[in-house]
């Protein structure tokens, strides 16, 4: 049968093509040797892991990592994903499971790497898809080939998963996937190392400061970092230039950030109510030195959102203090302020910011023990998973009136937040107005356009106009 068949590959990558991941690269090299030379390892009957589960959010480095060890050990490389046996006939993804870890063994020292395997290797009888036939069979057919090997083959059995919660507890087990390496969404320091890796062969202009460039995406995967610069690329061929500038990334960016910029017919009162809105929330980011500094403040309009202002921090945080959590909720509110103080009303161009600064000011309160009333006790409704970011909802154990006071205690928070952009809003008001006359006029401003308007209008409010 067709199943029958698996062609390996001969991976070219190596560790130097994954940039970070350190901790990651440091375990996956002990094999390096063994697969190398595994009778070395056999000769003083020493046993070497077999199963390694590699653990992360989806475009970290995974299927790299695995392929870079085959690239360096030089072995072949059997690859499939769990995902793909899900839908067979129920026996066949059993049978090729059986035929791969047959070729690997015949062709060892060998890699096989089975991608995805949360698809096939979900707890029996739980959750999503619970009894179908042909998952468990492949599960099984998989745990039967781990316990199989007679402890002396050169196989290293690698899989991938961004689900470990979900994973049945018997794929873990000791002989099985007993070790497992975390891979993390890269840290600012590992985003320029791997934009490097990926710009080794592009042209770039001479003033290029790649750490700029990534500071100015955080949360970005390696594989997002990867798309990020062909996008560049493509932009600098696009507009017919021979290297790639900063700028290009720019743009690129705010279209895999933000959707690509979209023409939109907006009628000019909402333009204006958006250049106020922007400028609420650039204007106080200027003047609280607690928040990030700004990055750039737009009003064209892309993807979901009408106009934003981004931000750049140059550093990375693993904490967040109070003060800077404050001073987020602070500017959070402020494009709302900022409408309320220069247009006289609001409008329901604060959705997004509100939901934000709620959920911010909740988990202060709830989570972090940030409110005084309320004391360092866990509070939460939901609990957000780590890989999948979405919530899920905790039975509550806590009382009525603990909750009340909660609420009560993030409602304050967020008054007070609302409060002191305004106050800001409400001193610097010329120059919040001329801020967003600019911005309509220019779409798009960055911290440098910003510090000079808020400044020069502040200067002549003081000197009288310059005649
Ligand atoms: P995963 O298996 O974790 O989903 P992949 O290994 O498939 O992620 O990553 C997709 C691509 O993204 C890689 O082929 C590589 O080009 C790029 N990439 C991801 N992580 C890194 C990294 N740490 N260093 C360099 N490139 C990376």
Known sequence: AKSSRFDPTRPTARFDDVAGQENAKREISELIDFLREPDRFRAVGAEVPRGILLLGPPGVGKTLLARAL?????????STSASEFVEMFVGVGAARVRSMFEQAKAQAPAIVFIDELDSVGRARGAGVGGGNDEREQTLNQILAELDGFEGHEAVVVLAATNRPDVLDPALLRPGRFDRHVEMTLPSLEDRVAILKVHTRKMPLAEDIDL???????????????KNLTNEAAIMAARGERTVIAEADFDEARDKIVMGAARAMAIRPEERRRLAVHESGHAAVAFSLPEADPIYKVTIIPRGRSLGATHFLPMDERYTLSKAYLEAQLVVALAGRAAERIILGDVSSGADDDIQRATRLARAMVARWGMSDDIGPIDLRLSDEHPFLGRDFALPRAFADATAASVDAAVQALLTASEEKARAIIARRKHGVAALARRLEAAETLDLADVRACLEETEVEQVNGPLA
């Open 70 to 78: 085959a690239g360096e050990a030089g072995v072949p490389f059997f």
């Open 211 to 225: 750490r700029r460039v990534a500071a100015g995406v955080p949360g970005f995967s390696g594989a997002d970092l």
